[in-house]
């Protein structure tokens, strides 16, 4: 079912290139930095994450988008007790976390310089969660949407007439969800874009 989500939405944001001159889409490779309760869950940076944005121009320095990401997080936590309601499991830990957020956004692009863009911008939306445990032979797995507030800054190099590069810092806040806790990180974008 996720996947589904996933490949209908790059898909989308695919073809959509073709109602708007003046847009452009990318493909970023995004590191994750997790904070607050996914933190807790899963401490380490994750270099396994990929975002696909679409946006058109609607004035020379303001521009509207959809976008959809994925997220993953792993650590090993080695020999621990895990309580779930009234039960208690002790073994291997480990912790996993995928996280998918969709989104529109909107960005404000400054400076005069028809290569290089600095650019700020927010996104809205929401984020699918899937936290998992698997310690010793069992597994706790528990998952849910929450809304989502993505704050970016970063800036765009066009290398060429409709090429270019992307680099971006961007904070994905996730409200709270029942079971899962607020699953809030942080993430550098690399990527690529192609301008239409």
């Given at each position: 079912?996720?996947?589904?989500?996933f490949l209908?939405?790059?898909?989308?944001?695919?073809?959509?290139?073709?109602f708007?001159?003046?847009?452009f889409?990318?493909?970023?490779?995004s590191i994750?930095?997790?904070?607050g309760d996914?933190?807790?869950f899963t401490?380490?940076?994750?270099?396994?994450?990929?975002?696909v944005?679409?946006?058109f121009?609607l004035?020379s320095?303001?521009?509207?988008g959809l976008?959809i990401g994925?997220q993953t997080?792993y650590?090993e936590?080695?020999?621990s007790?895990?309580?779930?309601?009234?039960?208690?499991?002790s073994?291997n830990q480990?912790?996993?976390?995928n996280?998918?957020?969709?989104?529109?956004?909107?960005?404000?692009?400054?400076?005069?310089s028809?290569?290089v863009?600095?650019y700020i911008g927010v996104?809205?939306?929401?984020?699918?969660?899937n936290?998992r445990?698997d310690i010793?032979i069992f597994?706790?797995e528990n998952?849910?949407?929450?809304?989502l507030?993505?704050p970016?800054?970063g800036f765009?190099?066009k290398a060429?007439?409709?090429?270019g590069l992307?680099?971006?810092?961007?904070?994905?806040y996730a409200?709270?969800?029942?079971?899962?806790?607020s699953?809030?990180?942080s993430?550098?974008m690399i990527?690529?874009i192609w301008?239409?």
């Amino acid at each position: 079912m996720k996947m589904k989500i996933f490949l209908t939405a790059i898909f989308s944001l695919i073809c959509a290139q073709g109602f708007s001159q003046n847009s452009f889409g990318s493909v970023n490779y995004s590191i994750g930095f997790p904070s607050g309760d996914l933190k807790d869950f899963t401490g380490n940076t994750s270099g396994r994450g990929v975002a696909v944005d679409y946006a058109f121009m609607l004035k020379s320095n303001v521009s509207v988008g959809l976008g959809i990401g994925l997220q993953t997080f792993y650590e090993e936590k080695g020999y621990s007790s895990l309580t779930d309601g009234t039960q208690t499991f002790s073994g291997n830990q480990f912790n996993y976390v995928n996280a998918l957020p969709i989104y529109v956004n909107g960005a404000y692009y400054f400076g005069n310089s028809s290569n290089v863009m600095p650019y700020i911008g927010v996104g809205i939306g929401t984020m699918y969660v899937n936290k998992r445990a698997d310690i010793g032979i069992f597994e706790i797995e528990n998952d849910g949407w929450a809304f989502l507030v993505k704050p970016e800054v970063g800036f765009q190099y066009k290398a060429a007439s409709n090429i270019g590069l992307n680099l971006s810092y961007r904070y994905n806040y996730a409200s709270d969800i029942d079971n899962v806790g607020s699953m809030t990180y942080s993430s550098i974008m690399i990527g690529a874009i192609w301008f239409y």
